[in-house]
């Protein structure tokens, strides 16, 4: 299966990839988590990515594609693959079906993760990363056990830095002008579905499973 999990930040992507994965035993791509990573070992692509994360901005598509490109090359993905905070410009979508079509490949399904703008800031705000296993928690919704330690590995739990209000409101203005045409770009194509992601965690991914078994 070759999924795209599409919807503003604080939609429930990242929660609901790892759901995903977890049961289709599928290679998550999340760029966002690639940049990150990057950012940590101090090489070249993290120090330009993260001007432009810092600000709540999209890395440059020259950036990204290139860098989605390769990865898909890798032997993992023959199973299938979870993009999740890609593609997220048009040309980035474009982008991804030359190099699917080159593969002899497309996409299965891109998820789409339906919310009310009104409370993405506070679920970005809230949301609190394991630092070991990247597991996503929120301080309010989706709490940890322990205060600042992960249920499942007891590591360290953390905020990204770019959760704060100011960043986050100009990451969905960016999504609204940037990302939410791929809407109609992947409705044309007949591979949308459409999720409710006002519901509990579970209930998201319960309506998930039932789109993919279609
Ligand atoms: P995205 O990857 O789309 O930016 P996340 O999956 O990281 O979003 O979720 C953002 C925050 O909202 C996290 O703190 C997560 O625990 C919380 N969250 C995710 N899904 C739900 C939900 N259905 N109801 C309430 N909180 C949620
Ligand atoms: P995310 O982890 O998906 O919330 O992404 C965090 C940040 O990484 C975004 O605000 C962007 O600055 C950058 N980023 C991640 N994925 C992309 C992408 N596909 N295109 C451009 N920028 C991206």
Redesign the pocket.
Known sequence: MRLILL?P???????QAANIVKKYQLPHISTGDIFRANIKQGTDLGNRAKAFMDKGELVPDSLVVELVEDRLQQDDTKVGFML?GFPRTLPQAEALDSVLENMGSTLSYVVNIVVDPAVLVE??V??RICRDCGA???VK??PSKEDGVCDLCSGELYQRSDDNEETVSNRIAVYTNETAPLVDYYKKSGKLVTID?L???DK?FADIEKALEV
């Open positions: 919807g930040p604080g939609a429930g992507k990242g929660t999740d679920r970005a809230g949301r996503t928690y929120h919704f989706n992601g519901q509990d965690i998201v």
